[in-house]
């Protein structure tokens, strides 16, 4: 049957909207994809309520463990967290295209137009674009730093759009045993970038681990894990050896104010709501402009709180070899 034309969607024949998970676990065992999936799963629902019929594709990439390229044709990239050093790549085929599509994201992400494209880093991807731009130095910790921990935000990301809602401190999870130290504040300037966030307020009491970075036009990072909602979290803390670890670590007390702070909505919540979500909403509307979409507003309260209790956690996710090839693409 014939549709009438008032049927036709009038964003059916706009350009596509595409994001790109690069998935940089190396094929272990996570919930951080399952986050990401559900965060760009409800960012696409909010466009599409704005935009009906507009096509909206999600590509996932796992370059560690298939040294597939990362592909140059979506507009927005998430790169992820992943285990082991950010130093154990650079012989593989895998770093030589991480390196080559980093450098062309900065000139793709100072696009004006229609093809202006966007990158969001956690953990693992952070540290090597921490390496790549040489923007401080990336070592190993003395101590592997896990749990739900503060995370303070500097004069410059109080500013930045990313950080800029939680004043100066704000709550993450984190799972590292590398950081970046001795910020190289004249590269940062020169990128037309800046340190975000910390891990001590006064940049050492607490440790001297830089948190977060813009490192120009459309290329954010964070060291912590923004994705992480409440099953995953829980997931982890519920394994004896996690939790026996965290006390011996920190306290009894600490552990305990870590699990109250899970059903704090003013703090791992917030967190899950606002950072990964709102660097989606703000490259969304910037490309709106250039293609004619609808702008989208930030998801309701109401709604981030059910999505951070989120689903139950799986015991684990699907194995790389009994999912959809990693590279390719499907619509959500």
Avoid at 100 to 114: C, G, I, S, Y
Avoid at 236 to 249: H, L, M
Wanted: charged share 25%.
């Amino acid at each position: 049957m014939t549709r009438s034309p008032a049927s036709v969607s009038p964003f059916a024949k706009h350009r596509e909207l595409s994001v790109c998970l690069i998935d940089m676990n190396a094929g272990h065992v996570n919930q951080a994809m399952r986050c990401f999936r559900g965060i760009v799963t409800a960012f696409f629902d909010r466009v599409r309520t704005q935009n009906p019929g507009l096509i909206c594709r999600v590509a996932e990439v796992s370059p560690r463990d298939t040294n597939q390229p990362i592909p140059r044709d979506c507009d927005i990239y998430i790169g992820s967290g992943g285990p082991g050093s950010p130093y154990d790549g650079d012989a593989q085929p895998w770093f030589d295209d991480f390196t080559t599509f980093t450098n062309w994201m900065v000139d793709e992400a100072r696009r004006t137009d229609e093809d202006q494209r966007s990158f969001f880093a956690v953990c693992y991807t952070f540290e090597l674009l921490v390496r790549h731009f040489a923007v401080a130095d990336v070592s190993t910790r003395d101590s592997r730093k896990f749990g739900v921990m503060p995370i303070y935000t500097t004069g410059y990301g109080q500013k930045h759009p990313l950080l800029s809602a939680f004043k100066d401190r704000l709550f993450a999870f984190e799972h590292r045993n590398w950081e970046a130290v001795n910020p190289n504040d004249k590269r940062l300037a020169d990128l037309g970038g800046g340190l975000l966030a910390q891990e001590s307020r006064d940049g050492h009491s607490k440790g001297r681990g830089l948190l977060g970075f813009d490192f120009g036009p459309g290329i954010e990072a964070v060291q912590f894990h923004p994705e992480a909602d409440r099953a995953g979290v829980m997931s982890w803390v519920a394994r004896p050896e996690q939790a026996a670890a965290f006390r011996a670590t920190y306290g009894e007390e600490t552990y305990q104010a870590m699990l109250r702070t899970l059903d704090d909505k003013n703090r791992l919540a917030r967190t899950f709501a606002l950072v990964i979500p709102g660097f989606l909403q703000r490259r969304f509307n910037t490309l709106a402009a250039a293609r004619g979409y609808e702008p989208i507003e930030a998801p309701s309260a109401q709604d981030v709180l059910a999505a951070f209790q989120g689903e139950a956690a799986t015991a684990s996710e699907p194995s790389p070899t009994s999912r959809a090839p990693s590279a390719q693409a499907a619509n959500l």
